[in-house]
């Protein structure tokens, strides 16, 4: 009720406040994903699966509204990643960058280093980087000479870590790990190991299982971001900052938090305008 200081009375027939609940859209939450391929000729039918299934990759990741980023390492001759993802001709699109080089059975780790200059603007400073090795080889670099070689990489460079994800050679037989394995990709299992990645068998046939599970977990691993905007409440409707809820759910359930006054916080830590 109302009451209404210069009558006196209390006025009961008014339209009561409503409220109104909206859902953000992210904006940020971005995920850089720099893939090499071993081109050589034990590697053909590999190649051409990763070309099959490489834009159903983008579209899991893309649909979980994660702005990202695809950089291929492989030789131009080998593979075009079509439309979508690539665009005409085999050309470069807006969330792709082909570094076409050959890239032999044991040097993935020294191109992916010695190429940096060709796709390191396409990366950004504030975004999770996860890194592919798809082989049926080992390196002749190892997991030690990797990280070390990356860490003299700036501008963005990868000072806050990296994930590495391993489609390569493992398993029983000995050396070779798998029926079409060269040899066991062990630089690359090492990497996965230390960083939390995912590995698969190279020696698989069903390669779309293998993006799909490998673009859950990359899709995991992208921060949240810091910057979320405010949903649209409607024509007449104005937004008090005073009287926002905002809902944040969780794998662990459902936890909502008010906002009843303006606070400056890191990002991460709270919410504040």
């Known amino acids: 009720a109302l009451f209404d200081a210069g009558t006196g009375t209390v006025d009961t027939n008014f339209t009561p406040c409503q409220s109104t609940v909206a859902e953000a859209t992210p904006v ?54 079509p439309a ?66 990356l860490a003299k990489l700036t501008n963005p460079g990868f000072a806050d870590g990296f994930f590495y994800h391993s489609i390569v050679a493992y398993g029983d037989i000995e050396k070779k790990g798998c029926s079409t394995g060269a040899k066991i990709g062990q630089a690359y299992l090492d990497l996965t190991d230390e960083t939390g990645g995912v590995k698969f068998k190279v020696c698989e046939t069903d390669w779309s299982s293998i993006f799909d599970a490998m673009a859950q977990s990359v899709a995991s691993s992208a921060a949240l971001p810091c910057t979320y905007p405010f949903p649209d409440p ?10 926002i809820k905002v809902t944040h759910l969780s794998e662990a359930g459902v936890q909502q938090e008010a906002l009843e006054k303006l606070t400056k916080t890191t990002c991460g830590d709270g919410w504040y305008f």
């Open 234 to 243: 409607g024509e007449g409707k104005l937004i008090n900052p005073f009287q």
């Open 84 to 149: 979508p993802l690539g665009g005409p001709g085999c050309t470069d699109g807006p969330n792709f960058r082909h570094v076409k080089v050959y890239v032999g059975s044991r040097d993935g780790l020294k191109k992916t280093i010695n190429t940096y200059s060709q796709y390191q603007d396409f990366l950004r400073a504030d975004t999770t980087k996860n890194f592919v090795a798809i082989t049926d080889d080992n390196s002749t670099e190892g997991a030690s000479w990797f990280k070390t070689e």
């Open 28 to 81: 940020g939450g971005g995920v850089d994903i720099i893939i090499f391929i071993d081109t050589s000729g034990s590697m053909n039918q590999e190649t051409a699966w990763v070309q099959q299934n490489i834009n159903a990759f983008a579209s899991y990741i893309g649909g979980l509204s994660l702005d990202y980023r695809v950089v291929l390492i492989a030789d131009g001759d080998k593979i075009c990643v």
